[in-house]
């Protein structure tokens, strides 16, 4: 395998999950296969022969037959390499189709099947017809084939079809029936894949979240009813994330009704980049502390650049011109952020003398421009931009060639830091600006 270029770790990865290559004539067999698959993926073969380590199995020039089958029944973009259906031949994938077609199935829904669950066409004709009376029953769709599919349709879980029904049944009923869910959150589970974790696995899960939040079991079957999908999570993924909120600075109280509150607090990584980002502005520019944010955990969930930026700017720029009062503004972004734009806007018209207009679709982009300027091509950090938070109010015409010439001068004066000068570019004139900053270059 290092013959066909393949890393060690590459090599050990694939072996790991399928050592029968061990047992392979290396120059009449193994070789001869590698080779028509680099050809067939070029510089995709790596990492696809790790997705599908029994890639060799198959011959590339037969895959590209029933790629084009899928493609001519309306298939957009089936995926250059085998995944679940890589064994299957061309007829028994022909086979399927039709019968998709007998059970009363448009051709629409039958593509719209094969896209989202490719599983399909390798599961057997009974485990299909199974999987259907189990859904029928489930839901009670009284033998409707439109209602099946649309409920198959709704699952965004991969592997529906590689599942046996019975214990899917088994599980999904032993889920409803435990957390006690109405219709409504029976289709949200299911939209989630919950019948994938087996009774034992739910029982030990609400047991640990229970644990980890300090209430009881029936509170803790209450979050996960409201949000299903935290019970497909590994408990010890549901544990670090409370750590991490325990880690941001919150008390185990304040975790545990904030959890209590927005469910999907647990299902967030508190290390990744999206949410460092999103602390630091909540903490750094809102000048928000642990217990005003839990005192409105929507903040948390909230879409830094498309909508807790932007409105936070326009709550500032409206309470400057007196058209508001109050005392934090993340109180108001708290109670409209289930709002949409149109309703914000609605909420708040600033007064015909106002300079910065309504809240809009153009509001929102000049504040990701300025964000993304100051952030991603000046690597300004969001602590740098706190300290000086009147610069995401400049327009970019003048942000630009201002910062441009504090550069200039930086590059003049060895002790001169731009990001100092923030505050002062965001409050001074242009005539100002440059008698101040023009001079020192000279």
């Known amino acids: 395998m290092a013959e066909a270029g393949l890393s060690q770790d590459t090599i050990e990865r694939i072996l790991k999950r399928y050592p029968h290559y061990l047992n392979w004539d290396m120059e009449h067999k193994l070789l001869p296969a590698m080779h028509r698959w680099q050809q067939h993926l070029e510089g995709s073969f790596p990492a696809e022969f790790v997705r599908v380590p029994t890639l060799l199995l198959e011959i590339p020039e037969q895959e590209v037959v029933k790629l084009q089958y899928l493609e001519s029944i309306g298939v957009t973009s089936p ?37 989202q669950h490719p599983d399909i066409l390798a599961s057997k004709f009974k485990n299909i017809e199974d999987l259907f009376r189990v859904i029928d029953k489930l839901f009670s769709c009284a033998n409707d084939i439109q209602a099946i599919a649309d409920i198959v349709l709704s699952c965004r879980t991969k592997g529906l079809f590689s599942t046996s029904p019975s214990s899917l049944y088994h599980k999904f009923t032993y889920f409803c029936t435990c957390l006690m869910v109405d219709d409504k959150g029976k289709k949200r589970a299911w939209l989630f894949g919950v019948f994938f974790v087996s ?174 300027y100051l952030r991603v091509d000046q690597q300004l950090s969001i602590q740098d931009i706190g300290r000086h938070a009147a610069v995401l109010q400049i327009d970019l015409d003048t942000l630009v060639p201002q910062w441009a010439v504090l550069m200039s001068v930086a590059s003049s004066v060895a002790s001169f830091r731009p990001v100092d000068h923030l505050t002062t570019l965001a409050t001074m004139d242009d005539d100002e600006f440059a008698s101040v900053y023009n001079d020192m270059i000279r």
């Open 79 to 115: 995926k250059k390499t085998p995944s679940k259906w890589h064994y299957v031949s061309l007829e028994a994938m022909q086979s399927r189709v039709a019968s998709l077609q007998a059970f009363g199935f448009t051709q629409a829904q039958i593509i719209s099947l094969i896209e």
């Open 199 to 372: 009774p034992a696995e739910l029982d030990s899960r609400l047991d640990l979240i229970a644990l980890q939040l300090g209430v009881t079991v029936q509170q803790a079957k209450g979050v996960v009813r409201r949000l299903p999908q935290i019970a497909t999570l590994q408990s010890t993924t549901v544990g670090l994330h409370v750590l991490q909120l325990h880690g941001l600075g919150f008390s185990s109280s304040q975790v545990k009704d904030t959890c209590l509150k927005q469910p999907a607090l647990l299902m967030l990584d508190y290390t990744s980049k999206l949410q460092v980002d999103k602390w630091a502005f909540l903490t750094c520019v809102m000048q928000l502390g642990p217990a005003s944010i839990a005192a409105c955990p929507h903040l948390l969930m909230s879409w830094l650049p498309n909508r807790l930026g932007p409105r936070w700017e326009y709550l500032l720029r409206m309470k400057s011109c007196g058209v508001i009062k109050f005392s934090a503004a993340h109180e108001v972004v708290c109670s409209l952020y289930s709002k949409t734009d149109s309703n914000f806007t609605a909420a708040y018209t600033p007064p015909e003398s106002a300079a910065f207009g309504v809240y809009d679709v153009h509001f929102q982009k000049q504040w990701q421009q300025r964000w993304h």
